[in-house]
């Protein structure tokens, strides 16, 4: 069965550092997104992506956070100077449009970035 | 988008026995997800419940929609130890694509 795949499962960095966080969503869906949760709190909502655009993004994806869709498989989240309250696991998810407004997400299995 | 709230925070059952989660919102829907995320993993989709309907099964899972009280639930049967995770309900209007997530209900099931 296909699914979301995220790359590296583990990153460690530099507070100040730039990081980059890797996804590849399923081949045939068309909206992809980046959530992320500090350890022992809710899943928050970072932003959602569409036809190479941002279609929405929250309070906490600022300046710092840009996404792009490089080719035509991969999503990436890039952190620009990282801080220490970047410290969570970043899940990226997509999904496809099966025309009825379902939207149901399939989830990576994250990235645990530690910010020293 | 909008956040459920699940209820209760944490429900702790014996392998074998019925589980019965809840969710409430305050808006109208069109669809309302539940998700499960096992500790410190991705969340997995579950079920889908569209705002017409009023119940759906998927194997030992049933969910209910009440519109007009603004509340789903849950309920995994014949529970196993492997269902022991954290479960979310995530409803959804409008055109926003996102999911809001509550602090879920943590699952165990004793062996």
């Known amino acids: 069965e296909p699914e979301v795949t995220q790359t590296p499962s583990h990153q460690v960095t530099q507070m100040g550092q730039e990081v980059i966080l890797r996804c590849v969503p399923i081949s045939n869906h068309l909206y992809f997104y980046w959530y992320r949760q500090i350890l022992g709190q809710k899943v928050e909502f970072l932003v959602s992506f569409y036809n190479n655009e941002i279609s929405e993004k929250s309070e906490i994806f600022d300046d710092q956070f840009s996404v792009e869709r490089p080719d035509g498989s991969n999503f990436t989240l890039k952190i620009r100077s990282t801080k220490l309250e970047d410290s969570a696991m970043y899940f990226c998810?997509?999904?496809?449009?099966?025309?009825?407004?379902?939207?149901?997400?399939?989830f990576g299995p994250g990235t645990r970035l530690t910010v020293t | 988008s909008q956040q459920g709230e699940e209820d209760p925070q944490a429900l702790s059952i014996q392998e074998g026995e019925n589980a019965t989660m809840n969710c409430s919102y305050k808006?109208?829907?069109?669809?309302l997800q539940w998700y499960r995320q096992n500790s410190g993993r991705g969340l997995v989709h579950l079920i889908l419940i569209r705002s017409n309907e009023r119940e759906k099964h998927s194997g030992r899972l049933r969910v209910t929609l009440d519109t007009s009280k603004k509340s789903s639930s849950l309920l995994i049967t014949a529970s196993r130890a492997a269902d022991t995770a954290s479960y979310f309900c995530a409803p959804r209007g409008g055109s926003n694509y996102k999911l809001t997530f509550g602090k879920g209900t943590l699952l165990t099931v004793n062996p």
């Open positions: 808006t109208s829907i069109n669809n």
């Open positions: 998810a997509s999904s496809v449009n099966l025309g009825t407004g379902s939207y149901e997400q399939y």
